[in-house]
């Protein structure tokens, strides 16, 4: 029998990411490490379980890149727990974790743990990711008490964006360093199952993951994280803005939709769209009875 909970039916769950790091602590391979992404639909969310990826993140990154907000502070819990249900029904294989926006977990903790679980109660959730570092001990302590895993996250932390003053990379002093160090290690005395690091030199990030027993997952952190996560309209080119260098782009779909789209109006336009053969026809049999598949939009 394997030591790792649900190996074999191949779900991913959080003591296997945590087996994960001590296996790799064990040997010299990288082949154990995290592969993360966000979504926020159902299609994208089936695509990428069906790609294999091993966490699903449903970040309150939905704000900018899907719903075209300036920063992720306006999406609201009701907005992430929507885009969650979807997200759930097109998750099987991965490990389910949902962000609380801001405001959702700024208050007391008995309100934030109220707002987790409608997370796990509405949209089925595995996990909750919360932003900060030492000043989320207690509350990562409570949730976690209840039963609710919690991905923490340290470093540039974007919820913070009017307290840093803009989106930049964070642990580059000594001061700042020290302290980043300090907030990694309180998530994890805290109880989380594992730390985003973003926008955090290589080095650092290489001596957060030596030095803490749950794993790390990097964006903007180097390769040296147990994990990697990105946004997935970054990785796919579905972004109007410039996007951090750390963001490679596995592809160009904004461009194949842009192609897609204006091949479409060009044959609505000269006739060539719909052909005969895309018509139905009057009088004409059984074939034309099948149900069809009405699209409303
Ligand atoms: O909201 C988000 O997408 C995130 C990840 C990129 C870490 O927090």
Do not use: W
Not at 49 to 76: C, K, N, Q, R
Not at 96 to 117: C, I, K, Q, W
Not at 284 to 297: E, Q
């Amino acid at each position: 029998m394997s030591a790792v909970p649900n190996a074999g039916n191949g779900k991913i769950t959080v003591p296997e990411l945590l087996q994960r790091k001590t296996s790799a602590a064990n040997s010299s391979s990288d082949s154990k490490k995290i592969a993360c992404l966000t979504a926020y639909d159902y299609p994208t969310a089936r695509l990428l379980d069906e790609a294999g990826v091993d966490v699903i993140l449903v970040g309150d990154s939905v704000a900018m890149v899907a719903l075209g907000y300036e920063s992720t502070l306006p999406v609201t819990l009701d907005e992430m727990i929507h885009h969650a249900r979807a997200v759930r029904r097109g998750t099987k294989h991965a490990l389910f974790v949902a962000d609380m926006p801001f405001g959702s977990y700024h208050s007391d903790t008995a309100e934030s743990l109220r707002n987790a679980v409608r997370f796990v109660k509405e949209a089925g959730v595995e996990a909750v990711k919360v932003e900060g570092g030492e000043r989320r001990l207690e509350l990562i302590a409570r949730l976690t008490e209840a039963e609710i895993p919690v991905m923490g996250h340290v470093g540039l932390t974007p919820q913070s964006v009017n307290a840093l003053g803009g989106y930049r990379v964070q642990g580059k002093t000594t001061a700042s360093a020290e302290q980043l160090l300090r907030d990694a290690r309180a998530v994890e005395a805290a109880g989380a199952f594992a730390v985003v690091l973003e926008a955090v030199p290589r080095e650092l990030a290489a001596q957060i993951t030596r030095e803490l027993r749950i794993p790390t997952i990097g964006i903007g952190a180097g390769p040296d994280c147990d994990g990697q996560i990105l946004v997935v309209h970054d990785l796919l080119g579905l972004t109007f803005d410039q996007t951090p260098k750390f963001a490679r782009k596995y592809a160009n779909v904004g461009e194949v939709i842009s192609n897609a789209v204006r091949g479409y109006c060009q044959d609505v336009r000269s006739g060539n769209f719909p052909s005969d053969s895309e018509s139905y026809h009057s009088g004409k049999t059984v074939k034309d009875d099948k149900p069809v598949r009405i699209s409303i939009c």
